[in-house]
């Protein structure tokens, strides 16, 4: 690290060199917003040290520092001066009230266009649909162009400009974007910023000899450095080739391809690859977009004799973009996407880096628990991996676009008894229905022979169990399901944080096991669960005898009530020990409401003593929100299977 003073001196030189550069080219801008260029150079002022300490950390020994530095000042400036007024709006607004996200009212979903609604102007047609689910947090999945047939779901992008022509146009997406925005739903989209497709300008252009973009990508002429590499890195997509690398015939080079062999890692290494980026992350910010989930966060930043995951340049990279972002649209959150040990998912939490995480932990263990019908591991982990920076929050999630893994940490299953590989095997083999106690229908994702590591595709509801109930006709199994998916959504909706539903989830949609007739998806089971909405099945919703009815009522009663109780804003949650391994416990409180949280993760009844829940309540008396009963903690008192109790004192 550099010496403080020198920093700051160095840093305060390079500002005032570069600024009139900024204010000849932002003129016109300027004239016509001169308030707002004001609050544009006050936060250039205030922003700008932390973002020229850490290019200086990434960049300053690369000889063009000061030219690659200049070059990014002026593309903010730009990207400022096109900046529409209702933005720069939203970001005042935003910059007042800062923790907005951590209001109860927030309720995320998350779909696919093409799958939910055909194109962007269907999905605007559908505003009210999300309207009335409470959504005011929506995630697009990569709309961008990508090539044809097999593109990892879209995460193979071959511009971030231009969006897929079967969707719609970036006009139609900015539209939308001030549809949500009118409808107080933030928008949400990928910045997929590890790799692009083969198909990418950059990529065509390295293939086509240009030694600049060539450098964009990590390419060998040989085997000798990929084989060096390949003895420390992990095997993501083991059964998509050995190794990370893919050769190029037209280049007869080697590529790096952490993911599928059509996705070329940037090389963040060359400056000129963090400012085509950026710029890139500026251009989508002004189309409307108010979150951004960072793709593949851990893998970024490359270092021989490493796993080459959560490397500290990569977090680096992450807190300049936020920096850059805090100068031209302070409105934009990131949230990122780290499905690696606890211990790191954490470390990319921060105001200064990513407000928002996926929290993969919490989604495997409501797995895990409901499986072992044992809350121990869930318990252990609220209670002690739940907290993070103050300001920021958990993006809770049952089920999303991909697949599920047991990122478990093996040292917390060690002191509770738990074996974590043979606890791993059992927990795949249980999902995947080869387990004799199961109900789940999962599928496996990505197994490898080799190390016996796998994960797990499959909708919510047939993981827990209601497509056995329906195929076995059984309607005491079919009950059974149904209160398995209210008591996640249950925990979910209540633990604190953003909830995040994937669309579809809500009426209890079943796999669909089509995919395997598709060339293009076959190889890649996580199309099971990435079901086309059917619309057909929407008017269920209403009819609380079938399945669809009674899960999407009970959502959308446990969706109001914590949209009105206080006790549920923010992320602080208090872990207690019931003394029922199978009866999770915990307490919400903010501004002084206070609710109790039980969940019963066993089908068989279970009893609470009654002073258990009075140490943490207040008095004897209690009003369980969700079934409306009052409970009296005297002595012991019971929950039903899967049965989730929101008491109120």
Same mark, same amino acid.
């Given at each position: 690290?550099?010496?403080?003073?020198?920093?700051?001196?160095? !840093?305060?030189?390079?500002?005032?060199?570069?600024? *009139?550069?900024?204010?000849?080219?932002?003129?016109?801008?300027?004239?016509?917003?001169?308030?707002?260029?004001?609050?544009?150079? %006050?936060?250039?002022?205030?922003? @700008?040290?932390?973002?020229?300490?850490?290019?200086?950390?990434?960049? #300053?020994?690369?000889?063009?520092?000061?030219?690659?530095?200049?070059?990014?000042?002026?593309?903010?400036?730009?990207?400022?001066?096109?900046?529409? *007024?209702?933005?720069?709006?939203?970001?005042? %607004?935003?910059? %007042?009230?800062?923790?907005?996200?951590?209001?109860?009212?927030?309720?995320?979903?998350?779909?696919?266009?093409?799958?939910?609604?055909?194109?962007?102007?269907?999905?605007?047609?559908?505003?009210?649909?999300?309207?009335?689910?409470?959504?005011?947090?929506?995630?697009?999945?990569?709309?961008?162009?990508?090539?044809?047939?097999?593109?990892?779901?879209?995460?193979?992008?071959?511009?971030?400009?231009?969006?897929?022509?079967?969707?719609?146009?970036?006009?139609?997406?900015?539209?939308?974007?001030?549809?949500?925005?009118?409808?107080?739903?933030?928008?949400?989209?990928?910045?997929?910023?590890?790799?692009? !497709?083969?198909?990418?300008?950059?990529?065509?252009?390295?293939?086509?000899?240009?030694?600049?973009?060539?450098?964009?990508?990590?390419?060998?002429?040989?085997?000798?450095?990929? &084989?060096?590499?390949?003895?420390?890195?992990?095997?993501?997509? *083991?059964?998509?080739?050995?190794?990370?690398?893919?050769?190029?015939? #037209?280049?007869?080079?080697?590529?790096?391809?952490?993911?599928?062999?059509?996705?070329?890692?940037?090389?963040?290494?060359?400056?000129?690859?963090?400012?085509?980026?950026?710029?890139?992350?500026?251009?989508?910010?002004?189309?409307?977009?108010?979150?951004?989930?960072?793709?593949?966060?851990?893998?970024?930043?490359?270092?021989?004799? !490493?796993?080459?995951?959560?490397?500290?340049?990569?977090? @680096?990279?992450?807190?300049?973009?936020?920096?850059?972002?805090?100068?031209?649209?302070?409105?934009?959150?990131?949230?990122?996407?780290?499905?690696?040990?606890?211990?790191?998912?954490?470390?990319?939490?921060?105001?200064?880096?990513?407000?928002?995480?996926?929290?993969?932990?919490?989604?495997?263990?409501?797995?895990?628990?409901?499986?072992?019908?044992?809350?121990?591991?869930?318990?252990?982990?609220?209670?002690?991996?739940?907290?993070?920076?103050?300001?920021?929050?958990?993006?809770?999630?049952?089920?999303?676009?991909?697949?599920?893994?047991?990122?478990?940490?093996?040292?917390?299953?060690?002191?509770?008894?738990?074996?974590?590989?043979?606890?791993?095997?059992?927990?795949?083999?249980?999902?995947?229905? &080869?387990?004799?106690?199961?109900?789940?229908?999962?599928? *496996?994702?990505?197994?490898?022979?080799?190390?016996? &590591?796998?994960?797990?595709?499959?909708?919510?509801?047939?993981?827990?169990?209601?497509?056995?109930?329906?195929?076995?006709?059984?309607?005491?199994?079919?009950?059974?399901?149904?209160?398995?998916?209210?008591?996640?959504?249950?925990?979910?909706?209540? !633990?604190?944080?953003?909830?995040?539903?994937?669309?579809?989830?809500?009426?209890?949609?079943?796999?669909?096991?089509?995919? %395997?007739?598709?060339?293009?998806?076959?190889?890649?089971?996580?199309?099971?669960?990435?079901?086309?909405?059917?619309?057909?099945?929407?008017?269920?919703?209403?009819?609380?005898?079938?399945?669809?009815?009674?899960?999407?009522?009970?959502?959308?009663?446990?969706?109001?009530?914590?949209?009105?109780?206080?006790?549920?804003?923010? #992320?602080?949650?208090?872990?207690?020990?019931?003394?029922?391994?199978?009866?999770?416990?915990?307490?919400?409180?903010?501004?002084?409401?206070?609710?109790?949280?039980?969940?019963?993760?066993?089908?068989?009844?279970?009893?609470?003593?009654?002073?258990?829940?009075?140490?943490?309540?207040?008095?004897?008396?209690?009003?369980?929100?969700?079934?409306?009963?009052?409970?009296?903690?005297?002595?012991?008192?019971?929950?039903?299977?899967?049965?989730?109790? @929101?008491?109120?004192?």
């Amino acid at each position: 690290m550099h010496d403080p003073n020198w920093l700051r001196i160095e !840093s305060a030189r390079s500002l005032e060199r570069l600024l *009139p550069r900024v204010r000849s080219a932002l003129a016109e801008a300027q004239a016509q917003d001169p308030a707002g260029y004001a609050r544009f150079e %006050a936060r250039l002022q205030r922003e @700008w040290p932390r973002l020229f300490d850490l290019l200086l950390r990434l960049y #300053g020994g690369q000889y063009d520092f000061f030219y690659q530095l200049e070059q990014l000042l002026l593309a903010a400036g730009r990207a400022w001066s096109e900046r529409r *007024p209702e933005l720069r709006v939203l970001d005042a %607004a935003r910059e %007042a009230d800062p923790t907005w996200y951590q209001a109860q009212q927030m309720l995320g979903a998350v779909l696919y266009v093409d799958r939910f609604a055909t194109t962007l102007a269907g999905l605007q047609a559908q505003l009210p649909y999300l309207q009335r689910l409470g959504v005011t947090y929506l995630h697009l999945m990569p709309l961008f162009l990508a090539p044809a047939g097999n593109n990892d779901g879209g995460y193979a992008v071959s511009s971030y400009r231009e969006v897929h022509p079967e969707l719609g146009t970036m006009a139609e997406l900015a539209e939308l974007a001030d549809r949500l925005r009118e409808a107080k739903i933030s928008l949400v989209l990928d910045f997929v910023f590890n790799h692009t !497709s083969d198909e990418h300008t950059w990529a065509q252009r390295a293939r086509a000899g240009d030694e600049d973009y060539a450098q964009f990508y990590l390419l060998f002429p040989d085997r000798r450095l990929p &084989d060096q590499y390949d003895q420390t890195l992990r095997e993501i997509f *083991p059964t998509v080739r050995k190794g990370s690398f893919t050769w190029d015939a #037209g280049m007869r080079r080697w590529v790096w391809t952490t993911f599928n062999n059509f996705q070329w890692d940037l090389n963040y290494a060359n400056p000129a690859v963090f400012r085509a980026m950026g710029e890139e992350l500026l251009f989508l910010a002004n189309q409307g977009v108010e979150v951004f989930r960072l793709d593949a966060v851990a893998f970024i930043w490359k270092r021989m004799g !490493s796993d080459c995951e959560n490397q500290p340049e990569a977090h @680096w990279i992450i807190q300049a973009y936020n920096a850059l972002t805090r100068i031209v649209c302070p409105a934009l959150l990131f949230k990122s996407e780290a499905i690696v040990h606890p211990d790191e998912v954490v470390k990319y939490l921060g105001l200064e880096e990513a407000q928002l995480s996926y929290n993969p932990l919490f989604m495997a263990l409501c797995w895990e628990a409901l499986a072992t019908r044992e809350v121990r591991l869930l318990s252990q982990a609220l209670a002690t991996r739940w907290t993070i920076p103050a300001g920021c929050a958990w993006v809770n999630y049952l089920r999303v676009h991909d697949d599920i893994g047991w990122t478990f940490d093996d040292d917390d299953a060690r002191a509770l008894g738990i074996d974590p590989w043979g606890h791993r095997r059992f927990l795949n083999a249980f999902y995947v229905g &080869d387990h004799a106690a199961s109900f789940a229908r999962g599928v *496996p994702f990505q197994a490898n022979p080799a190390t016996g &590591d796998a994960r797990v595709s499959g909708t919510l509801a047939s993981l827990a169990g209601l497509e056995q109930a329906l195929q076995a006709g059984d309607a005491d199994l079919i009950d059974l399901a149904v209160r398995r998916i209210l008591l996640l959504f249950s925990v979910m909706l209540s !633990s604190g944080g953003i909830p995040l539903l994937y669309l579809g989830d809500e009426l209890a949609t079943l796999n669909d096991y089509g995919y %395997a007739r598709d060339p293009a998806r076959a190889d890649d089971s996580r199309w099971v669960h990435r079901v086309t909405f059917d619309w057909a099945r929407e008017r269920y919703g209403d009819d609380q005898t079938r399945p669809e009815g009674h899960v999407y009522q009970g959502l959308l009663q446990r969706i109001g009530l914590r949209k009105n109780h206080e006790a549920f804003a923010g #992320g602080g949650l208090d872990v207690f020990a019931t003394g029922n391994p199978q009866i999770l416990g915990y307490v919400r409180q903010h501004n002084g409401e206070r609710i109790v949280v039980l969940a019963n993760f066993s089908e068989g009844t279970q009893r609470l003593a009654g002073n258990r829940v009075r140490l943490h309540g207040a008095g004897y008396q209690f009003r369980d929100l969700i079934s409306g009963q009052t409970i009296h903690a005297e002595g012991e008192f019971q929950l039903e299977a899967y049965q989730c109790m @929101w008491l109120e004192g």
